[in-house]
Nanobody
Framework: QVQLVESGGGLVQPGGSLRLSCAAS????????MGWYRHAPGQQRELVAS????????????SYADSVKGRFTISRDNAKNTAYLQMNSLKPEDTAVYYC??????????????WGQGTQVTVSS
């Protein structure tokens, strides 16, 4: 059984920083793309950042939503099956539940997208 667990959310003042973690566990064969999404009340879910698996061509290439470019950084530690989202210069509009998604191939059964349970990020003074 594959599981994704996020951590690191909380309450922070505008201009502050948080670091989210997303750890995959279970019967893992490979983890391909990993991404962070967020869902704020009254808004559609938004892809915040994604990171490809390390490879000859992609080498962990990243992409970001325009709203977070220059402030957020996505990274991954393949040895720990973990992705991170470093969030700096946080703004009130970054307030949302943040979800991790990973394209995982388990050791048995079919692969596909797995989601974490979400972690709340609140930016407020």
């Amino acid at each position: 059984q594959v599981q994704l667990v996020e951590s690191g959310g909380g309450l922070v003042q505008p201009g502050g920083s948080l670091r989210l973690s997303c750890a995959a566990s279970g019967s893992l064969f490979s983890i391909n793309n990993m991404g962070w999404y967020r869902h704020a009340p009254g808004q559609q879910r938004e892809l915040v950042a994604s990171i490809a698996s390390s490879g000859i061509l992609s080498a962990g290439s990243t992409s970001y939503a325009d709203s977070v470019k220059g402030r957020f950084t996505i990274s991954r530690d393949n040895a720990k099956n973990t992705a991170y989202l470093q969030m700096n210069s946080l703004k009130p509009e970054d307030t949302a539940v943040y979800y991790c998604k990973a394209d995982i191939r388990p050791t048995t059964g079919r692969g596909g997208d797995y989601w974490g349970q979400g972690t709340q990020v609140t930016v407020s003074s």
